[in-house]
């Protein structure tokens, strides 16, 4: 069956500052780095307000309209910029997270990744930052709960930054299972392991800086993988952040293209033990181009060959 691959040309609309490390590039070297890829190409659709609105209060959205530009670019905080194309490319990414959730439950794709911006991880429910505008992978992981009817789910966000957003807009949430692994100590600076979820269900793993991708292997296989395997969902979510890579410029963790490979490799069996192999992959960060378009073909490459 086939991989998705779900993009939208709005998310290059949405600009950001000359030097901003969320560029419009992103996304342009990752489509041309999968254009030769057999994938089942879809355009991601706008997002509905109510898929919205199950994570964020209808305040959020209209803070979002309220700072859109016109003309040149607003500021929600000192990390995060609306361009006049954001709000379209906000709702393109929530749209193709969601898009995704569909295309894998209906059996059009076994799996699916969701290359979009901006990206979603840090999304608080009342507070964009850190790039993100709306939180993507909860939109579409509670689209998966309550309109699939889907018992559980579970997100595996491996960007090297905690995915905060994620963890405040699941939080209460017993079907879904959020695991988060991350460079501490780091911006955003939460991400303890501590920080267990109202029903134990969010695990936490700091990761030192300069740790290599064996230590991120042996938390993953020590740690992850059994709690998502009793956690047994019936579909999983990767938050596919790639800034961990050891040339990335934001970060001090030193993984390989391998180290994604690997872990998305383990993704997919174990999905295929557990959820009938059905991963949504959904872009977060990355910011070495190179590094990024790499990893990105590499992810996606593992998603094509699982069975
Ligand atoms: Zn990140």
């Known amino acids: 069956m086939a991989t ?6 709005d998310c290059l609309k949405h ?20 254009e030769d890829l057999d994938l089942l190409r879809i355009e991601a659709p706008l997002a509905e307000k109510e898929n919205i609105l199950a994570v964020h209060p209808q305040s959020h959205i209209d803070l979002i309209h309220a700072n859109s530009p016109e003309t040149g670019m607003s500021q929600l905080d000192g990390d995060t910029h609306m361009s006049p194309g954001t709000v379209t490319a906000a709702y393109r990414a929530a749209g193709g997270a969601i898009c995704a959730v569909d295309t894998v439950i209906s059996g ?9 911006r901006p990206p979603g991880h840090h999304a608080k429910a009342q507070i964009p930052m850190g790039f993100c505008i709306f939180g993507n992978v909860a939109i579409a992981a509670k689209h998966a709960l309550d309109f699939h009817k889907l018992p559980k789910v579970a997100v595996i ?6 995915g905060n957003g994620t ?4 939080w209460n949430e017993p079907r879904a299972l959020t695991v988060t692994s991350h460079q501490m100590p ?27 991708g064996a230590l991120m292997r042996k938390v993953y296989t020590e740690r992850v993988f059994p709690k998502v395997r009793s956690f047994n969902p019936d579909l999983i979510f990767l938050s596919a952040g790639f800034d961990a890579h050891v040339d990335d410029p934001l970060a001090e963790l030193n993984w390989e293209v391998d180290d994604f490979v690997w872990i998305t490799s383990e993704v997919c069996n174990l999905a295929r033990d557990c959820c009938s192999s059905r991963v949504v992959s959904i872009l977060e960060g990355g910011y070495n181009l ?4 790499a990893c990105s073909r590499a992810h996606i490459e593992i998603l094509i060959e699982a069975k």
Do not use: C, M
């Open 108 to 116: 059009k794709a076994k799996n699916a990744f969701v290359a979009v």
């Open 167 to 170: 963890q405040d807009l699941l």
């Open 15 to 34: 600009e950001t500052p000359s030097g901003h490390p969320e560029q419009v590039a992103r996304l342009e070297h990752i489509l041309r780095a999968v």
């Open 186 to 212: 780091l911006w955003p600076g939460t991400g303890y392991a501590e920080e267990q979820g109202e029903f134990d269900n969010v695990l936490n793993l700091p990761l030192a800086p300069n740790s290599d």
């Open 157 to 162: 966000d491996f960007d090297v930054h905690h």
């Open 290 to 293: 190179d590094a990024l378009a």
């Open 4 to 9: 998705a691959f779900i993009t939208h040309s």
